[in-house]
């Protein structure tokens, strides 16, 4: 039984410190830590700006960051423009 609590234990805390540091730039890291608390995270380039944008309005309500973030982290998961 321990052994099973040790493993989780561990399984957890490297879950925690890989989401405090993933590659790319410093809102990637952002992205991974709001994100990820209440559902899977979106991948980046996979959503089009307006469709962002549709879900930023309704999560603005819950998660709190500044303007500044919200901006980068549309432009960071945005799709390119056709």
Known sequence: ???LFV????AALTG????????????AA?????CGRCHVAPEPRT???AQ????FSRHGKR????????????DY???PAN
């Open 63 to 74: 998660v709190h960051m500044s303007h500044d973030d919200w901006q980068a982290m549309l």
């Open 7 to 10: 493993a989780v234990a561990v």
């Open 16 to 27: 925690c410190v890989q989401a405090q540091t993933p590659d790319g730039p410093p809102i």
């Open 47 to 49: 959503r089009t700006r």
């Open 77 to 79: 998961l945005a799709a």
């Open 1 to 3: 039984m321990r052994a």
């Open 30 to 34: 952002l992205h991974s830590r709001q």
């Open 52 to 55: 962002l944008e549709d879900a």
